[in-house]
């Protein structure tokens, strides 16, 4: 769980008639916060997700205008969304969701994917970031390659997993699905990426 602990994020989220109670989860401040200033709620959210956001999207749309326009619809759902926020909400796994749900219909609705190869990203400030910076702009061209052949569901709920670290559950309700469901996206997209990635 994030804490607030700079003058600067205090000031902010102590705006607005919100008192700051010493390390409150932000994610608590920012719904208090949007009962009372949505606006500025949501720009400290999105300051605070916006990268995760984006790279995830970019993920699975491959393009980078694409992922830039996902991104902006997903934070405009997000902004009509968050005074009716519960206070106990969880930010990031709630913005994955809404992520999620309108990249998944936009893709259902071009009926393919379109991914950008990775190599055409390298170096660039939208290339997504991983724990192994020695992976080859080949390999990254074989993982998209594969990743493209996986229904958007299976493709999203993998990405959440290996990429993200969200557990079983948390996929489940990311996606909106049970946790059969996310599991069985989960390993159905392993066993297609198995066969399919080149060895």
Partial sequence: MLYSTSRDARDAVSTGGYPLIERLP??????????????????????????????????????????????????????????????????????????????????????????????????????????DDQTTNQTRSDIAATLRALPPDNAAALLLHALEGYSYQEIAAIQGCTLTAARSRIARARAAFRDQYPT
């Fill in 26 to 131: 932000v994610d608590a401040q920012l719904v208090a916060l949007a009962k009372t200033d949505r606006d500025q709620a949501f720009e400290l959210l999105y300051n605070a997700y916006r990268g995760r956001i984006f790279s995830f999207l970019l993920r699975l749309s491959g393009s980078s205008e694409a992922a830039d326009d996902l991104s902006q619809d997903t934070f405009l759902k997000a902004h009509g969304a968050m005074a009716r926020l519960d206070a106990d909400q969880r930010l990031l796994p709630w913005l994955y969701r809404i992520a999620n749900n309108t990249a998944i219909d936009h893709l259902r609705r071009r009926k393919r994917f379109a991914w950008l190869p990775w190599a055409s990203l390298h170096g660039t400030a939208e290339e997504p970031r991983s724990a």
